[in-house]
């Protein structure tokens, strides 16, 4: 080949190099415009949304959301008051039906399997037919099963009609939850949570001493009529005042869409559960599960430990000491939510824009700290019987302040961290943590008789730290993990409309 082939061949693979780079630089430069479309495409709509915030959440004045946060929270107030209010009246009920203490704290424990069902069945219902029909629907069957329960004549009706109770009364958490969801800015989400919350704290204060004076000067079955009647009136209030305040319902966009009158919807009880799929949704299960387990190990054997420790035993006087974490759980649940909400005010201001996992910054030294010291002190006192009546009463208040610090949070995350997924996040939550329940009260009569109250304590508080420890992980890694789905797994408009 002479000089000048070889000359021109290189030149020629120099130009066929330039052009290589010049159509790979272009590739790159359409990659990074497709990129950058994409994100204004996001930030176009996202803003949209935002704008539209205002408009969205303006529907209902203060007044009227005050009022659908009283009908949620008195409903959530019902499932635990019927769980909580047995507890004096375990020996009672027990001698009537010719059985155990241990076999009516079995069905408090199958109470709490049924809570944990119940939302996988019932919890979809919420955004397939619409808030208001699903709540009205649940409250009647639990106004039924309540006066069944009454009317018990045996073990086995017994069982049954309170499975059934507790069925028709939990979906109340999930769909109260999404309500808050569907009528407060996230901004003020936690204290909205935190106030329907407040209603299933009062369980724990209420109905152990209503439980106990009922036990005494009644008999038992007039704390299911008193549920009866609280039930049918917040029944009427829903019927009268509560709207449908779902922006995306099932039903009705079908219905707009195909204009029929009859039409199948899916439904698939399983959603919920596939749910913990997502990362992020399985450590906000841990964590809720070990608040729960907590509560339930605390409050199920007070009438076994508490009361012969200190020579108890009329149920009233009893039933008094649940008032101590009762009334932590009612101050909590205040104030978690306006201390939840701070956080996410803050780092918003901090960084210009907002994230679910900001909430959760209101929870370690709560979660991390005064819960398992607490209960930790609570059952080695008890167990070497050291430091009289005061220290497990105040460890009590002190403890349930610190859970509920903890549970708008929780709740307030769910259903903002995943609104693609509707109602499922919050429903799958409350099956885990309701499954966790069902444990501690099957379980901890059991470790108590075989390990102590002290030993049984420390179970419980190394939960929690194994809970702190995915708070941890969720906080710091929670925004990535949500990345992972909610954007590129997920499509854009479905998770725009739902949040919608």
């Known amino acids: 080949m002479s000089t000048i082939d070889k000359l021109e061949s290189i030149k020629s693979r120099k130009n066929e190099t330039e052009a290589n780079e010049n159509t790979l630089e272009r590739h790159e430069n359409d990659d990074e415009e497709s990129q950058r479309q994409s994100k204004e495409i996001i930030d176009s709509k996202t803003t949209e949304y935002e704008d539209d915030e205002d408009e969205i959440y303006s529907k209902y004045s203060p007044a009227k959301k005050r009022l659908f946060v009283f009908i949620v929270a008195l409903s959530c107030f019902l499932s635990p008051i019927s769980s909580m209010a047995l507890l004096p009246a375990v020996s009672v009920i027990a001698e009537r039906f010719n059985t155990t203490g241990v076999i009516i704290n079995v069905s408090n424990a199958v109470y709490c399997i049924v809570m944990a069902i119940s939302p996988c069945v019932l919890g979809p219902?919420?955004?397939?037919?619409?808030?208001?029909?699903?709540?009205?629907?649940?409250?009647?069957?639990?106004?039924?099963?309540?006066?069944?329960?009454?009317?018990?004549?045996?073990?086995?009706?017994?069982?049954?009609?309170?499975?059934?109770?507790?069925?028709?009364?939990?979906?109340?958490?999930?769909?109260?939850?999404?309500?808050?969801?569907?009528?407060?800015?996230?901004?003020?989400?936690?204290?909205?949570?935190?106030?329907?919350?407040?209603?299933?704290?009062?369980?724990?204060?209420?109905?152990?001493?209503?439980?106990?004076?009922?036990?005494?000067?009644?008999?038992?079955?007039?704390?299911?009529?008193?549920?009866?009647?609280?039930?049918?009136?917040?029944?009427?209030?829903?019927?009268?005042?509560?709207?449908?305040?779902?922006?995306?319902?099932a039903i009705v966009n079908i219905k707009k869409e195909t204009g029929k009158t009859v039409y199948w919807v899916p439904y698939n009880p399983f959603s919920v559960i596939l749910a913990f799929k997502y990362k992020n949704l399985i450590l906000a299960g841990i964590i809720s599960s070990s608040l729960h387990y907590n509560m339930y190990s605390l409050l199920t054997p007070i009438r076994y430990v508490v009361d012969p420790r200190f020579g108890l035993e009329d149920p009233v006087y009893g039933g008094l000491f649940y008032l101590a974490p009762g009334g932590g759980y009612l101050v909590g649940s205040f104030l978690g939510g306006r201390w939840a909400d701070y956080h996410v005010r803050k780092y918003k201001k901090l960084r210009g824009r907002r994230i679910p996992e900001?909430?959760?910054?209101?929870?370690?030294?709560?979660?991390?700290?005064?819960?398992?010291?607490?209960?930790?002190?609570?059952?080695?006192?008890?167990?070497?019987?050291?430091?009289?009546?005061?220290?497990?009463?105040?460890?009590?208040?002190?403890?349930?302040?610190?859970?509920?610090?903890?549970?708008?949070?929780?709740?307030?995350?769910?259903?903002?961290?995943?609104?693609?997924?509707?109602?499922?996040?919050?429903?799958?939550?409350?099956?885990?943590?309701?499954?966790?329940?069902?444990?501690?009260?099957?379980?901890?009569?059991?470790?108590?008789?075989?390990?102590?109250?002290?030993?049984?304590?420390t179970i419980s508080a190394c939960f929690l730290w194994t809970g702190s420890f995915a708070l941890f992980l969720l906080i710091r890694y929670g925004e990535r993990m949500r990345g992972q789905y909610d954007i590129s797994k997920e499509p854009i408009e479905a998770t725009l409309e739902s949040k919608a």
């Open 125 to 249: 219902f919420g955004y397939l037919y619409g808030r208001r029909i699903t709540f009205i629907l649940c409250l009647s069957l639990f106004v039924i099963t309540t006066i069944l329960t009454a009317l018990s004549q045996n073990l086995a009706m017994f069982f049954i009609f309170r499975a059934l109770c507790a069925f028709f009364g939990t979906p109340f958490f999930s769909v109260g939850a999404t309500i808050i969801g569907d009528i407060y800015k996230p901004e003020e989400r936690g204290t909205g949570n935190a106030w329907t919350l407040s209603g299933s704290q009062l369980g724990p204060i209420i109905g152990p001493v209503l439980g106990g004076i009922c036990v005494t000067y009644t008999s038992w079955r007039v704390i299911f009529w008193i549920q009866v009647g609280l039930a049918s009136f917040d029944l009427i209030l829903s019927i009268l005042f509560l709207p449908e305040t779902g922006r995306n319902i």
């Open 358 to 457: 900001d909430r959760l910054r209101s929870m370690p030294f709560a979660y991390g700290v005064i819960v398992p010291g607490t209960i930790l002190i609570y059952g080695w006192v008890l167990e070497k019987e050291k430091g009289g009546m005061a220290v497990p009463i105040i460890m009590m208040f002190i403890g349930g302040f610190g859970q509920t610090i903890c549970f708008p949070s929780v709740n307030s995350y769910c259903v903002d961290s995943m609104p693609q997924l509707k109602g499922d996040a919050i429903s799958g939550n409350y099956a885990i943590r309701f499954i966790a329940a069902a444990i501690g009260s099957a379980t901890v009569l059991i470790q108590i008789n075989h390990i102590g109250i002290g030993w049984t304590c």
